[in-house]
């Protein structure tokens, strides 16, 4: 620990996203399927280890859109349904997924990303399509999903980080395709505040993540401010 991350290293030890993997695992008749339920951050840095393992796999991407979505309760089966059968129906297979995903962490421009999200049935919305760069290359992405834009918007100026453009305007309740240049700006951020710490960006991401808390601003964590 440097000076002045107490309360970064708090936020990530005390990351926490419950989900139960085992049985999506199970759900998809994936055989040998090492983990149940997991929550903290190292068992979700196991997660991303898998995947990576086995991103040639169409099943192994399922299981992340099916974990990324655990937090939408009793919708998130029906979409991740729906992304399955989006697949089915346009014959993807994990290496048309596998290629698009490295294009964008080579070139990290929107039409890159574009090619990405051209894959899933969301048409504009990025949260879940975000998630995969960060699983191949945590060390330098990290997801970006509504909580991250809410924190960016309260606490980004305090910290250098810009507010996502379109998020939060209006009834804009969605990180949508409008907002990459936040996603461009985040991915940044969380790479010099990676250097800073000593962590990895998606470490940075959890930890914002668990900042702002699942009863904010009851439970929030006011991460200090890095030179």
Known sequence: MTLGQAKWDLALASYRYKVD???????????????????????TKDLEGWFYEHRDDL?????????????????SRLLADRVQSHWKKKEVVAQDLV????RYINMEDVLSFRGLLSFFPFQRRIAVVATFPAFFDPDRFGMVDTRIAKWAIERGDDHGLTRPPKFGVGSQTTLSIDDFPFVVTWEKWCRNSAQKLGWRARDVEMAVFRAWGDRHPLDSIDLEVLP
């Open 21 to 43: 993997v085992g049985a999506i695992a199970k759900a998809l008749s994936i055989q040998n399927f090492p983990f149940d339920t997991m929550a903290t951050a190292q068992e």
């Open 59 to 75: 099943k192994a991407w399922l299981v992340v859109v099916r974990w990324k979505m655990a937090s939408q309760g009793g919708r």
């Open 99 to 102: 290629g698009a995903c490295e």
